[in-house]
């Protein structure tokens, strides 16, 4: 590894849960390692937000994400940085098509934005987790990597939604 002073990591996919584990865990707890011991001050995780009883159908997947973030905040106590959005739309590409995932996802993201209660009710309330645009995610994930000032630890949709409209200084 080149001498860095940060990183950030969005690595993770789907599959069966053997496979979802070794690319949102072991893929991401390697990284984390390399990376500490080559002095990188700074790890940016892009994590996953819990769906509550949703999870179960995707267990390899999050029991990946979460093993990651603790490898995380045991290495980089002060410089971790875990970002936990949900459903994140933009365009996406698929071989020549472009998915609007936008089309859906902007306007579920104003409405779900508004209706945080919701998410507290027990069993579906995470489902009520607002989605958030690839870019905000973006943008919070590079300020959160090079802002000295960027608090570490864990950082939910809300979070993301709420740094992503704010000027770096």
């Known amino acids: ?22 690319i949102n865990g072991t893929a991401n707890i390697n990284a984390i390692r390399a990376a500490s011991e080559e002095g990188v001050k700074r790890f940016v ?3 996953a937000a819990d769906f509550g ?4 159908v995707l267990q390899g ?18 410089g971790g940085i875990i970002l936990r959005p949900g459903f994140i739309y933009g365009t996406r590409r698929v071989g020549s098509m472009k998915l609007p995932l936008g089309v859906v996802g902007s ?15 027990p069993l579906v309330g995470p489902l009520f987790t607002p989605p958030v645009n690839v870019t905000a995610v973006a943008k919070v994930a590079v300020r959160a990597a090079t802002d000295p000032v960027f608090p570490p630890g864990v950082i ?8 992503s409209q704010q000027r770096s200084v």
């Open 1 to 22: 590894m080149a001498k860095m002073f940060l990183q950030i990591s969005c690595v993770g996919g789907f599959g069966s849960n053997s496979y979802m584990y070794k």
């Open 61 to 78: 997947y999050y029991e990946g994400k979460r093993a990651a973030e603790t490898e995380l905040l045991t290495r980089y106590p002060y």
């Open 53 to 56: 009883v949703a999870n179960y």
């Open 107 to 121: 306007p579920l993201e104003m409405i779900l934005q508004r209706a945080k209660p919701l998410s507290q009710i």
């Open 156 to 163: 939910d949709v809300y979070g993301i939604l709420r740094y």
């Open 45 to 47: 995780y892009i994590s």
